[in-house]
C-alpha cells in the first residue's frame, strides 16, 4: 500500500498533480482544496495517497492531509459515489465544513457541489452522518491546534489580498484564484499588476 508520496512537484492543476520521486513521476488525482496547499512547480512537496485497484486500471489519489484522505475514504465508501465525486466534494468543502454540512443535515448545501443533485445530497448525508457521529475528531481538522494560534494582530491587506478580492468579486474560484496567484508575494507590484498576470493564467485578457 503506498500511503505517502514525497517528492519534487513537477506540475499541478485544480484536479491533478504530477511528483517526481527519483526520477519516477507519479500523476495523482487531487481536491482544488488540496491543489491550493501545493507549492510552487520544482520544489518539494508531500502528499498522503490512497491507491484505487480496478480490473482496467490503478489510479492514485493525493491529499494534502490525513484527514482529507480519510474524508476521501468515507465518501467512496457511500454507494454510487466514485473517487470523482468524492473530488468534487472535497473541492467545495473543507474537512470541517461538510462534516458541519452533514451533520447539520444540509442537503441544499451538498446540492451546491457540482454532480450532486437533490436525491444523491440526501443520500450522502443520511449515509455520512452516522460514520461521522462516532468521529467527531474531522470536526476540528482545519482549526488550529492550542499554542499554534497567531499572537499578533492580522497584518494590512496586501496587494495580492487585493488582487485575491477582485479576483473572486468576479466569479473564480477560491481554488482558480490561488492558483492564478500562485508564486506571486505582491512585493513591488501593483494590484492591477497582479491581476493582468492572473487573468492570463485563466486564459482571460486583462
Given at each position: 500500500m503506498?500511503?505517502?508520496?514525497?517528492?519534487?512537484?513537477?506540475?499541478?492543476?485544480p484536479?491533478v498533480a504530477?511528483?517526481?520521486v527519483?526520477?519516477?513521476g507519479?500523476e495523482l488525482?487531487i481536491?482544488?482544496t488540496?491543489?491550493?496547499?501545493?507549492?510552487?512547480?520544482?520544489?518539494?512537496?508531500r502528499l498522503?495517497?490512497?491507491?484505487?485497484?480496478?480490473?482496467d486500471?490503478?489510479?492514485l489519489?493525493g491529499?494534502?492531509t490525513?484527514?482529507?484522505?480519510t474524508?476521501?475514504e468515507?465518501?467512496?465508501?457511500v454507494?454510487?459515489?466514485?473517487?470523482?465525486?468524492a473530488?468534487?466534494?472535497l473541492?467545495?468543502f473543507t474537512v470541517?465544513?461538510?462534516?458541519?454540512?452533514?451533520?447539520?443535515e444540509?442537503?441544499?448545501?451538498?446540492a451546491?457541489v457540482p454532480?450532486v443533485?437533490?436525491?444523491t445530497?440526501?443520500?450522502?448525508?443520511?449515509e455520512?452522518?452516522?460514520?461521522f457521529?462516532?468521529?467527531?475528531?474531522?470536526?476540528?481538522?482545519d482549526?488550529?491546534?492550542?499554542g499554534q494560534l497567531?499572537?499578533?494582530?492580522a497584518p494590512?491587506?496586501?496587494a495580492?489580498?487585493?488582487a485575491?478580492?477582485?479576483?473572486?468579486s468576479?466569479?473564480f474560484?477560491?481554488?482558480?484564484v490561488?492558483?492564478a496567484?500562485?508564486g506571486?508575494d505582491g512585493?513591488?507590484?501593483?494590484?492591477?499588476?497582479l491581476?493582468?498576470a492572473?487573468?492570463?493564467?485563466?486564459g482571460?485578457?486583462a
Amino acid at each position: 500500500m503506498i500511503t505517502q508520496i514525497r517528492g519534487t512537484l513537477i506540475e499541478a492543476t485544480p484536479s491533478v498533480a504530477v511528483v517526481d520521486v527519483g526520477g519516477v513521476g507519479f500523476e495523482l488525482g487531487i481536491s482544488g482544496t488540496t491543489a491550493t496547499s501545493l507549492p510552487a512547480p520544482g520544489e518539494e512537496c508531500r502528499l498522503f495517497t490512497r491507491l484505487q485497484v480496478r480490473e482496467d486500471a490503478m489510479t492514485l489519489f493525493g491529499f494534502a492531509t490525513k484527514e482529507e484522505r480519510t474524508m476521501f475514504e468515507r465518501l467512496v465508501s457511500v454507494s454510487k459515489v466514485g473517487p470523482r465525486l468524492a473530488l468534487a466534494v472535497l473541492s467545495k468543502f473543507t474537512v470541517s465544513q461538510l462534516y458541519s454540512v452533514v451533520m447539520a443535515e444540509d442537503d441544499q448545501g451538498m446540492a451546491t457541489v457540482p454532480g450532486v443533485g437533490k436525491k444523491t445530497a440526501q443520500r450522502l448525508i443520511l449515509e455520512l452522518k452516522s460514520v461521522f457521529a462516532k468521529d467527531h475528531g474531522l470536526l476540528a481538522a482545519d482549526i488550529p491546534a492550542a499554542g499554534q494560534l497567531p499572537l499578533a494582530p492580522a497584518p494590512a491587506p496586501s496587494a495580492i489580498d487585493d488582487a485575491r478580492a477582485a479576483l473572486l468579486s468576479m466569479g473564480f474560484s477560491p481554488q482558480e484564484v490561488d492558483l492564478a496567484l500562485s508564486g506571486y508575494d505582491g512585493d513591488g507590484m501593483r494590484v492591477e499588476d497582479l491581476l493582468t498576470a492572473a487573468l492570463k493564467r485563466l486564459g482571460m485578457d486583462a
